[in-house]
């Protein structure tokens, strides 16, 4: 006889097992949101609320599990011992009772998939003008126009941290900050080579190009991530300039930072400060680090990460964009959607959700595989 509170087969008394621990996570949780010293610290609080969060979105389905389990132990054994319109009234409950232990189970075995360490930060965003001279300078505007909208759509606040104008108005490089719980869930698959394929405002003979820009994604760090030494910090300052190289002001309000241990370069010179731009060039250089470190843990803990979306590879061409056919192409996933006007306007939600969904798939296929 199958012990009350259990069902018959071993991953889901595995996971019963992990609810019984999230149960008791989750009170450990709620003792802490009452803390007085986590109340007085708000990175503490802001982290036991997410916790929390995280732990009642698990349980609303492990809950429910939990009691399906216990129920068709008792369908199970009331139909042993009954008989007639008795037994078939339990059995077709036994049936029903499987049925929505199956589903719930599916459910259960997405919802404890690891979470991306990175979920719920800011996020910096660089877009360079690559191959193809001022038309990939006219795509990179045309990208930052994307992302500013689905920001917006998101609800999202951003920044500008530092631009480059090109001479008709694109951008040979522009880096702005994203803020949003959802930034980085949302954000994180579009580093790599954005294809584009149209007609160039350059172009008198109405013939297609192709032209290019990258995109670079990082997870903004915080203070408490990552640890810079001033001793490591070469400071250097100068004179801003603008389109040409001309002076834009007569103070050396630009900031070189050098981080000498790795030999990163942060250059901010957007601000009318000289310490702004500082303040600016230090985010930067710590989200650097911060994901130099998180790509080094990651490859030491599975060479197959390596092959995920999302996995940072900015060599790689990920999408095109097809303006004769109103096309774009997501090359990871082969997701085709013929709506790049309303894409450009800010709709991506379509794309993010696809890759988000085949990133779930493939860690559920790697948890079964492992399992197995």
């Known amino acids: 006889v199958t012990p009350v509170g259990q069902c018959p087969t071993g991953t889901l008394n595995q996971m019963l097992e992990q609810i019984v621990a999230l149960l008791a996570e989750l009170a450990e949780t709620e003792a802490l949101l009452a803390d007085p010293d986590v109340i007085s610290s708000p990175e503490r609080l802001q982290a036991a609320g997410r916790r929390y969060k995280e732990l009642e979105e698990v349980l609303a389905v492990g809950r429910p599990l939990q009691q399906a389990c216990e129920d068709l132990t008792a369908a199970r054994e009331l139909a042993d011992l009954s008989e007639g319109d008795d037994r078939e009234m339990f059995k077709a409950e036994v049936d029903s009772l499987e049925t929505e232990i199956a589903q719930l189970e599916e459910e259960l075995r997405a919802l404890l998939l690891p979470n991306d360490q990175n979920d719920g930060r800011n996020v910096i965003v660089e877009i360079r003008g690559a191959e193809g001279g001022e038309e990939a300078n006219l795509f990179a505007r045309d990208l930052f126009d994307m992302y500013q909208a689905f920001a917006t759509i998101h609800g999202w606040s951003t920044e500008v941290l530092e631009s480059s104008g090109s001479d008709m108005g694109g951008f040979s490089y522009v880096m702005f900050l994203a803020k949003g719980e959802d930034a980085w869930t949302r954000l994180k698959y579009e580093g790599g080579v954005h294809r584009v394929q149209r007609v160039p405002a350059t172009e008198s003979q109405g013939r297609v190009h192709t032209s290019s820009a990258t995109v670079s994604v990082l997870p903004e760090a915080d203070e408490i991530d990552v640890q810079i030494d001033d001793n490591d910090l070469q400071v250097d300052v100068y004179r801003a300039s603008g389109p040409g190289g001309q002076s834009v002001n007569t103070t050396d309000s630009a900031v070189r930072i050098t981080h000498k241990p790795t030999g990163l370069v942060v250059s901010m010179q957007d601000e009318k400060s000289q310490l702004q731009n500082k303040t600016k060039a230090l985010r930067v250089l710590r989200s650097r680090l911060l994901q ?81």
């Open 292 to 372: 130099i470190e998180q790509d080094r843990q990651q490859a030491e803990a599975s060479e197959a990460r390596r092959g995920q979306v999302g996995g940072g590879g900015r060599s790689e061409k990920i999408r095109t964009y097809n303006f004769k056919e109103n096309r774009l192409t997501d090359h990871r996933i082969s997701l085709t959607l013929h709506k790049l006007d309303r894409i450009l306007a800010g709709d991506l939600e379509e794309v993010t959700d696809s890759l988000l969904a085949d990133e779930r798939t493939r860690q559920l296929a790697e948890g079964l595989d492992g399992g197995s």
